[in-house]
């Protein structure tokens, strides 16, 4: 009797692993807005935001809940599958036509592997100024590591690049075909959107934000769009038309240089986000 085999479930990075080191850092954050831009820029991403997303309503919102999806993708044990099961079917009914009038649907396989995709060749990027340059070795991990998130997220080995050999061709062949700037990158990138306070934390916190809010706006705007389009990979700036000038790549690097220099002394509970924290708890008992 020939017994069926159930396909075992995916599991997350290893412990120790690359990710597992660079997810859960605080430097993270400063990562995710060009690994969003980068995402958006595909036609049927950008659309399906635009029209689905709550992402001017509720920004803050929004960033968190999209926050603890990637930390539970890594260090969420059984609960990563689950996460995985969830995106899929909160974008189970995500259609529509995308910026250059074609049907998309979310869950169309080259359109979710894209959105996976962004991810390493920005956090490769990034890490040349808010870390140490990944080795060779270390690159090669990480992408392994990436397949296993991309699993996670349900989507299947034929659909994402399996080595880093066939992953920049198939970057390339994306930046030159399908990736440009259309209304939702220029939003996220715009120093004059209208972006409400922050709704979360104690009330003493909120009324101040609230109160002090539109000083303090647009020097958090520029602040987001320097980094997005700095730790944006220079071939992805191209592809969406957006300057990088000498002076700003020198700034860059001299905000590179005080965050590898501060960051590494914080005590754990500032340097690390809280399920990451948890995590390295739970691997050390």
Known sequence: MIESRTPSAPTPPPPGGVLWSLTGD???LLTLPAALTLQVAHPAVGAGVEEHSVFRTDPWGRGERSLRSLQL???GGEAAVEEGRRLRRLHRTIQGTDTRGRPYHALTPANYAWVHATG????AHSQ???NRPLTEAQERQMYAEWLQVGRILGIHDRDMPQTIEEFWPYYRKMLGDEIASNAVVEELLSVDAKVPA????PLPVRLLLRLFWP???PPIARFRRFVTVGFLPPDAREALGLEWTDAQERKLRRFGRVVRAVVPVLPER???LPLAREARARFRR
Not at 120 to 123: A, I, L, T
Not at 198 to 201: A, I, L, N, S, T
Request: charged share 15%.
């Open 26 to 28: 605080v430097r993270t």
């Open 73 to 75: 993708w890594v260090y």
């Open 120 to 123: 390493y060749p920005v956090f």
């Open 128 to 130: 040349k100024y808010l």
């Open 198 to 201: 922050p709704g979360r934390g």
């Open 215 to 217: 000083v303090l706006l």
């Open 270 to 272: 500032l340097r690390y």
